[in-house]
């Protein structure tokens, strides 16, 4: 379960931040899905929600939140990273 960070010197953040993060905690079914209720949810596009998804994930605070989260959600983007520069060696 996710914790939040009880000292009052420690960085929080926000709730939408928190929105974020817990969003991407969720399972999703069939493809399309995830699109459509990250647009209602946040009224931005999937690449814009990870952008901003990264951005939070950079801060000391989401570490503060959830680390193991953080931790799965950099992992995934790395392997997505390495699957793409891969698929271009291929094409060279």
Known sequence: MAQHASSASS?????VEIDYLECERDHWGPSGQKEKIVF?????????????LYRICDSEAAWQY????????????????????NRGETRG
């Open 66 to 85: 959830d680390a193991v989260l953080i931790r799965h959600i950099r992992d995934v983007a790395d392997d997505v990273t390495s699957r793409r520069l």
């Open 40 to 52: 209602e949810r946040f009224g931005v596009s999937v690449p814009v929600f990870y952008q901003r």
């Open 11 to 15: 960085p929080t953040l926000t709730q």
